[in-house]
């Protein structure tokens, strides 16, 4: 079965082709962030109005790239939410109108699933896992027992991950967008220089959750506060410093889940699924009988493909969308249970 994946949640224009759930005959990238980059943040409105002018150009050279007509599809997915409510329904309207016109049937998608899904279309993996999903929106990590079937154990009590990295590039202005600029800088930065603090969040109701709004304000307006004797105060050192910190966070809630659950697999997913620094402390994980995965890095910033991964399994299961589906921007599948 052929399905088309469309995600335009955000500031990517995508679509792809993916056969039976794991062939990835195409996954074209519109990405908007040059024209983003000079107000250092997406803009909703700007956002749309592209989506809108690209959407139809996307579709077709997937299409064109898969080596296939619309005719061979069986059926179209599309993030339906959560996201920019005006970028989701450029997806959404498009996806349901190409789907009408094929007579095939249109799959609403979860764009966080999706992201927890993306593994596992290079990578199969068996359930049940630790999913860690990490991106500009995000940061959750729950226990995953099948494709459809999550349950949310921790997630931040503020702003997300990619979020703390995208604001603590934006106001050194090291560039855009954050999490990649801050990566590379951290390669030639100590990340010691500055001992960031991390949160204490108490009592058994946070005890897998997380908190970056404290880190994020250290490092804005009190780095020197916790800058090491003798350390120098550059971009590189303020970027290692920091990264070691959020990812540390993050990996603290990740050890705590694994022991409590006693889950022997772990996966992560989403665009700060990318940091050099996170992969490289999962795959650790290894020497301590875990197995990981995580994306190939294309799948873990926002993509069709995933979508089109995901809209397979629900085709398969007979689980489709009916044509009163429309976007939303919140996120009302994934509350913490
Ligand atoms: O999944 P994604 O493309 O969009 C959302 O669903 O939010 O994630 C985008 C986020 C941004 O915050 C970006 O700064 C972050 O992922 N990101 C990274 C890296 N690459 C992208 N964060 C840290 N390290 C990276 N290498
Ligand atoms: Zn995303």
Redesign the pocket.
């Known amino acids: 079965m052929i399905v088309l994946g469309i995600e335009t949640?955000?500031d990517?224009c995508s679509a792809a082709v993916v056969r039976d759930g794991h062939e990835i005959m195409s996954n074209v990238i519109a990405t908007q962030i040059e024209l983003h980059k000079p107000y250092q943040g997406v803009v909703p409105e700007l956002a749309s109005r592209l989506h809108t002018e690209w959407i139809q150009q996307v579709v077709e050279a997937s299409l064109h790239q898969a080596g296939i007509t619309n005719k061979d599809l069986d059926a179209v997915a599309v993030t339906s939410r959560p996201?920019l409510l005006g970028s989701l329904l450029v997806g959404v309207s498009f996806a349901k109108c190409y789907a009408s016109a094929l007579s095939i049937p249109f799959i609403g998608i979860d764009?966080i699933r999706a992201?927890l899904y993306a593994s596992q279309i290079e990578t199969p993996l068996e359930y049940p896992y630790l999913g860690v999903l990490?991106?500009?929106?995000?940061t959750v990590i729950c226990r995953v027992d099948d494709y459809d079937k999550v349950e949310v154990l921790g997630t931040t009590i503020d702003d997300?991950?990619?979020?703390a990295?995208?604001k603590v590039?934006k106001f050194y202005d090291l560039g855009f967008?954050?999490?990649?600029v801050?990566?590379?800088l951290s390669q030639k930065g100590d990340p010691t220089a500055f001992l960031f603090p991390g949160p204490s969040l108490d009592g058994d109701e946070h005890r897998y959750d997380m908190s970056y709004s404290g880190l994020k304000t250290a490092v804005i307006n009190q780095k020197e506060q916790f800058r090491k004797k003798g350390a120098d105060d550059t971009p590189e050192n303020i970027a290692a410093s920091f990264?070691r910190q959020a990812v540390g966070i993050l990996m603290k809630r990740v050890r705590l889940a694994l022991h409590d659950t006693g889950l022997k697999r772990v996966s992560a997913g989403?665009?700060?699924a990318?940091?050099?620094l996170?992969r490289s402390e999962l795959k650790a994980l290894e020497k301590s009988g875990y197995t990981v995965t995580f994306p190939s890095l294309k799948l873990?910033?926002?993509n069709g493909a995933m979508v089109a991964g995901l809209g397979y399994r629900y085709l398969k299961d007979g689980i489709i969308s009916d044509s009163h589906l429309s976007a939303s921007a919140r996120v009302n599948a994934f509350k913490k249970n």
């Open positions: 949640s955000c990517e996201g764009h992201h990490v991106s500009g929106g995000h997300a991950i990619g979020e990295f995208d590039a967008p954050g999490g990649v801050i990566d590379r990264q989403g665009g700060v990318a940091n050099s996170l873990c910033t926002d």
